[in-house]
């Protein structure tokens, strides 16, 4: 900025930019991280890298689509416990940090040891209470075992809310609903595998006083065939060996356990289909409906084997699980259906948009060192970092979103999540655009804020819904050419409306602090930026909005239905018409320009957000919880309104008998 600006507005603008930056990683900290002690885990022992490297590229069938084991976990992770990462102790007192894949072989293998693990983030003491169990404090992370006492009046307390409308419950009948679905997933983790390590009972064979004996399930499957004739025998009036029964009723049982998630077993013979997990193709087997028994049989074998290793025996398991996916990978690779599958595996690993986050945080700090510096030689040096971090940070966008498309095979915007990081990535390169067109520096300040805002509200969403963003798209989304054009378009246009309300956000501050002074150039440069950007917002949502009725005419069709998403689309070309005309005509002068401009951020945000919490429409494909931030982010831009307000007032009695601008 000009030399000759008020040095105490600089530092008022300054103070306020701190302290706002302060504000919102103090609420993130407090709200991703609960309070309580380290938690030990007697007798713990880390896994390997090698192992979790080796585990996390097992490939299974999830959400319509076959991903590594390592995007499972980390999902299953995150609705559990709220994190991609957990910390406990060892018996010494070591610090460990579990990654998603380490946590979901604990649960899957070592259960004694899992159950003992902080798994559980609960928010609001009175579920606990509720359940009774003793809280450790209003929000913390718990383990099963902390949860064990409660569980059945979990479980009762669940039922009896579940039926009631989502809408209608209170915010504790909610969270005990979802704790114990989560309750129940983790159940299901932890009992995948008690076929493989408790196997079946030979009641009778013990003599002498000592126990019955023990056999694989997977030896009592090759009897399959002897037991389904006496089966068929005994509904035909003739008895069945009691031993055998005993057999197959034992099998169900423990196949039970492993009924429920983790399909792990792709179809033979190179065919798509659906996945089993282990208890369905153990049933299977026994019932006769297996075709590829044999195979079959080998598979339980192996699972057998790798999940019976104590913790000591970790490079035999190794070798048992390097069997398994060696198996699995053979056969998925046959349907063309895990090529992707390590690619996904180094995306999560990789994390891109935590690194950009960092970036755009640095260049946050050096774009307000920038602007208080003003354009002294350090205030220049200032200005190459904050673009060299902010160009970082659009990199890590831009090589996510690149791998993203790679592991979909489909164009980068298909649901709510996708518009978030697309939004992100495309408004950092417009600010740099018109910063490469006007060199003013204001652009370039405003980018890497708006990147980690969005950056921010991309992992907090992600949190919440807590589900996996890169799984197919509902059907009728489904069409490359579509998603291109239309959907891409328009998202362009969210972007475009952003910035030019950003940057007015900016000129409001500037000129309320007295950070423009008399530089005229300043603030003609701004306003011919956010008109530009405004014309561009009115350019791609008109065109988006024509393509998205072409598209709902060949879909749905008709081409227009007031549909929400569609009335928010129309809401946001009208409101550009509306600004463009009167600038034209002359009814908004600078201030007025800069003020509507402003306003049009809630405009873009209900139209791209808001419609999503309706729950009504055929657009509806990101309905969430978490009104709060949207009502947050209104009230805060009609903030900058009425400063906006209030400092146009003071400039206009600072010049009476002059026109104000």
């Known amino acids: 900025m000009p030399d000759s600006s008020s ?5 008022i603008a300054l103070v306020l930019a701190v302290l706002a930056v302060a504000g919102l990683f103090s609420y993130l900290l407090i709200e991703n991280m609960p309070k309580g002690s380290l938690r030990t885990v007697p007798g713990y022992a880390a896994w390997s890298e090698e192992t979790l490297q080796l585990a996390e590229t097992l490939p299974i069938q999830d959400g319509g689509r076959v991903k590594p084991l390592s995007t499972y976990a980390g999902f299953a992770m995150l609705g559990m416990h709220g994190a991609r990462s957990m910390k ?22 070592r259960p004694m040891l899992a159950i003992e693990q902080p798994t559980f983030r609960i928010d609001n003491s009175k579920v606990l209470e509720a359940i009774g169990v003793e809280p450790r404090g209003r929000r913390d992370r718990y383990s099963y075992k902390d949860l064990e006492a409660g569980r059945e009046k979990l479980g009762e307390l669940a039922q009896t809310y579940a039926p009631i409308d989502a809408k209608e419950r209170d915010p504790v009948q909610t969270q005990i609903v979802d704790l114990e679905t989560n309750v129940r997933s983790y159940e299901s983790l932890l009992g995948y595998f008690a076929f493989a390590r408790n196997g079946i009972t030979l009641v009778g064979s013990g003599k002498e006083g000592q126990p019955d004996s023990r056999a694989n399930v997977s030896a009592v499957m090759m009897m399959a065939p002897e037991i389904q004739k006496q089966l068929q025998q005994s509904q035909h009036g003739g008895g069945m060996n009691p031993n055998l029964r005993g057999l197959l009723d034992q099998v169900l049982e423990v196949a039970n356990y492993s009924r429920a998630g983790l399909p792990i077993l792709p179809p033979f013979g190179g065919e798509k289909g659906s996945w089993r997990n282990a208890g369905a193709a153990i049933m299977q087997v026994m019932s006769g409906e297996d075709a590829n028994a044999a195979e079959t049989i080998a598979d339980i074998e192996v699972m057998e084997s790798f999940a019976r290793h104590n913790p000591g025996e970790e490079a035999a398991f190794r070798t048992d699980l390097a069997t398994l ?7 998925a690779e046959a349907a063309g259906e895990s090529k992707h599958v390590e690619l996904e595996a180094s995306y999560f690993r990789r994390n891109w948009f935590l690194n950009a986050m960092v970036f755009f945080l640095v260049g946050t700090i050096t774009a307000l060192a920038m602007w208080t510096a003003g354009r002294h030689s350090l205030g220049q040096w200032f200005s190459w970092t904050t673009l060299g971090f902010t160009l970082a940070g659009l990199a890590c966008c831009v090589a996510a979103i690149t791998t993203r498309c790679i592991i979909m095979e489909r164009p980068p915007v298909g649901n709510l999540y996708d518009t978030i990081i697309f939004i992100a990535s495309s408004v950092v390169a417009f600010a740099l655009i018109v910063e490469w067109l006007v060199r003013r520096r204001f652009a370039l300040g405003i980018a890497p804020v ?8 991309a992992r907090r969403y992600e949190v919440g819904d807590a589900k996996d963003h890169l799984d197919p798209l509902v059907a009728v989304l489904d069409s490359n050419f579509w998603l291109t054009i239309h959907v891409i378009t328009i998202t362009l246009g969210y972007s475009a409306g952003l ?10 501050f500037l000129r309320g602090f007295g950070l423009i002074g008399g530089d005229q150039n300043l603030r003609r440069s701004l306003t011919r930026a956010v008109y530009g950007m405004l014309c561009l917002t009115l350019f791609l949502s008109l065109v988006g909005t024509v393509l998205g009725g072409i598209w709902a005419n060949y879909s749905w069709g008709r081409f227009w239905g007031w549909d929400p998403k569609e009335n928010g689309a129309l809401l946001i070309v009208l409101w550009t018409l509306a600004i463009l005309h009167a600038r034209l005509g002359g009814y908004l002068r600078e201030w007025g320009l800069h003020l509507a401009s402003v306003f049009t951020a809630v405009v873009v945000t209900f139209s791209w957000w808001h419609v999503n919490f309706l729950g009504v429409g055929l657009h509806n494909y990101g309905f969430t919880s978490g009104k709060g931030a949207i009502w947050a982010f209104y009230a805060a831009m009609l903030g900058v309104l009425g400063f906006g307000v209030f400092a146009m007032v003071l400039s206009r009695r600072s010049k009476p008998g002059r026109m104000p601008s």
Do not use: C, H, N, Q
């Open 7 to 11: 040095k105490v507005g600089r530092v």
């Open 450 to 457: 708006l990147g980690l805002l969005l950056i921010i509200l």
């Open 88 to 109: 406990i102790a060892d018996d010494k007192g070591a610090k460990i940090k579990l990654t998603p894949t380490a946590w979901m072989l604990d649960a899957l293998v």
């Open 499 to 508: 910035l030019s309300a950003f940057l007015s956000t900016g000129y409001v």
């Open 325 to 331: 996916r060696e198996r699995i990978i053979t056969r």
